[in-house]
């Protein structure tokens, strides 16, 4: 008897955690499980996990009390009686836990409550985490110690649940070939290249690492950052490559999927942010064997070992310029430290670990129910 599970997720835009919904599914699917997702109409993830023949079902996550969304999602949990559900933000989780508590109630049937909390602004409230979900996985020790800041959460019940990310799919994604456009900015300059992965949000820190950059150009003037990704930051970070004057340095790619290709281009990848639960690309970039130096904040520290693996440094400009003059000034030990990386993120964050801890809490879950 096949298993089914559904994801829900109300974002539009495509960012780490998104891509991280895509990856389970498609290793859940292999392993003979049957994953929807559940996304809004308009939303990137719904089109890319179309392409790749999931199933896709179109809710309108108006707000966190959408009678419509919520009637969609019972409905379906009546139909197809999946194991668990897994919820995202703010508007999928409230929706798909009522729909999930009203399914048990209606139907008697058991079913997993999975909150995956990626990120929490201020101390949290107890009666979410305690009464409406089964089990809240966070992606870093740091998130989930922020989140039992709050006394009253009972600790059982938050987990971690560190990424599962696909490397032989990496691997394979590295000869897919870039854009013509893409293709003429690289291969006309001749590096070397930063690159930085990430949304572009003001907590990834891209606005501070210009000016970090720009200082950098005085000392290799052939020096190039390439951003990769886009996001509501995308007018301002080009405003200030204009007010910098350094155009011809930074390249925006827009999003690259996969962004495989460009860690073959790439001397060096950064993790400037401010915030950081944990963090995928710089994960990635350990893998390929990249040079890579990150923000020492949050949850970033479980996944680079400083001065082993790569380099950490605090998110001030001032150390951030001093971290990359390092950094070129010592390429043979940051070689070092890369090749060191690829073991230690290959062993912690492969997808078959994440797939085999997330389906033995649901069987435990039906076990013990």
């Not at 096949?2 to 998104?18: A, D, M, R, Y």
């Not at 999975?114 to 009666?127: A, D, E, L, N, V």
């Not at 013509?180 to 590096?191: A, D, P, R």
């Not at 996944?303 to 001093?322: C, M």
């Amino acid at each position: 008897m096949i298993s089914s599970i559904f994801f829900l997720e109300s974002s539009i835009n495509l960012g780490g955690q998104e891509y991280q919904i895509l990856t389970q599914m498609v290793e859940l699917q292999k392993r003979s499980w049957k994953p929807y997702l559940f996304c809004k109409k308009t939303s990137k993830i719904g089109e890319i996990a179309s392409k790749n023949d999931l199933d896709v079902v179109h809710v309108s996550f108006r707000n966190a009390l959408d009678i419509l969304s919520i009637l969609i999602i019972l409905k379906n949990l009546i139909r197809i009686k999946p194991r668990a559900i897994v919820l995202h933000s703010g508007h999928d989780a409230n929706i798909g836990a009522i729909s999930a508590i009203c399914y048990r109630a209606l139907i008697r049937n058991k079913i997993f409550i999975i909150r995956s909390r990626t990120y929490q602004p201020g101390i949290p409230k107890s009666f979410s985490y305690n009464k409406l979900f089964d089990i809240t996985l966070t992606p870093s020790e740091y998130l989930r110690n922020q989140l039992l800041e709050n006394k009253k959460i009972i600790p059982t019940k938050v987990k971690v649940l560190y990424p599962g990310i696909n490397f032989e799919e990496l691997s394979k994604n590295i000869d897919e070939p870039y854009t013509k456009e893409i293709e003429l900015k690289i291969c006309s300059k001749s590096g070397p290249f930063i690159l930085h992965g990430a949304m572009l949000r003001g907590e990834k820190g891209h606005l501070q690492f210009l000016k970090v950059f720009a200082r950098l150009l005085k000392i290799n003037p052939s020096l190039q950052y390439i951003i990769a990704g886009d996001g509501p930051e995308r007018q301002s970070l080009e405003r200030e490559v204009n007010r910098l004057g350094i155009n011809n340095n930074v390249i925006f790619t827009g999003i690259i999927n996969p962004i495989s290709p460009l860690f073959k281009r790439a001397d060096f990848a950064i993790l400037p942010s401010h915030r950081e639960p944990l963090g995928m690309f710089q994960i990635e970039s350990q893998y390929f064997e990249i040079p890579t130096i990150a923000s020492k904040v949050d949850g970033v520290p479980e996944t680079i070992k400083n001065h082993e693996t790569g380099l950490l440094t605090t998110n001030s400009e001032d150390d951030w310029f001093a971290a990359m003059e390092w950094a070129l000034h010592n390429h043979i030990q940051m070689s070092r430290y890369a090749k060191n990386g690829k073991n230690f993120v290959v062993n912690k964050f492969s997808i078959k670990n994440n797939i085999d801890f997330l389906i033995n809490l649901i069987k435990n879950y039906n076990h013990s129910n």
